[in-house]
């Protein structure tokens, strides 16, 4: 069983559409996270989210927003997609009283044209 | 704000020999740091966790240290085998706690 899953594995779409990728944990973990890896291979925190509270990375634009439905639930909506959002995206979860280890993701290759 | 250096973007060693990665942070000392291990195409997967008020910390064949007057961490992988490619990204929390910084990562390839 995958603890910790993305959907779609692979993302390619024009310029200036609206996209969403799906994350879910079977872990029974409180705190989600988004990270950006770029072609650099950076790894990047953009948001953490921890019992509706949302820490949100300041150098994240506003065209990316989490949404969590419940709490094994995750999702990155992204609007108006630019070439420079052409990345790796993963989704990781922590329990919430250490956030010590993180499980990640598979991760969702995005391709902006 | 936190800023994590490790040694080399690529590292190519000998299968059997000691390899031996390094992970300098220059601001504030964390209460701990992190290892993972990213394969290709794969996401990031935890290793090895030490903490402030430890020296040394062992998993099998890897072992880590951690100097917090040298800001340093050392991750070390003994008889390494051509499975232990692949790309280490040391870890710790921010100044506030809330989320974790990585390094770049080392590209760690053990030929046969």
Known sequence: DTAVSQTPKYLVTQMG????????????????????????????????????????????????????????????????????????????????????????????????? | SQKIEQNSEALNIQEGKTATLTCNYTNYSPAYLQWYRQDPGRGPVFLLLIRENEKEKRKERLKVTFDTTLKQSLFHITASQPADSATYLCALPDNYGQNFVFGPGTRLSVLP
């Open chain 1, 17 to 113: 559409n609206d996209k969403s990728i799906k994350c879910e944990q079977n872990l029974g973990h409180d705190t989600m996270y988004w990270y950006k890896q770029d072609s650099k291979k950076f790894l990047k925190i953009m948001f953490s989210y921890n019992n509706k509270e949302l820490i949100i990375n300041e150098t994240v634009p506003n065209r990316f927003s989490p949404k969590s439905p419940d709490k094994a639930h995750l999702n990155l909506h992204i609007n108006s997609l630019e070439l420079g959002d052409s990345a790796v995206y993963f989704c990781a979860s922590s329990q919430d009283s250490t956030k010590e280890t993180q499980y990640f993701g598979p991760g969702t290759r995005l391709l902006v044209l």
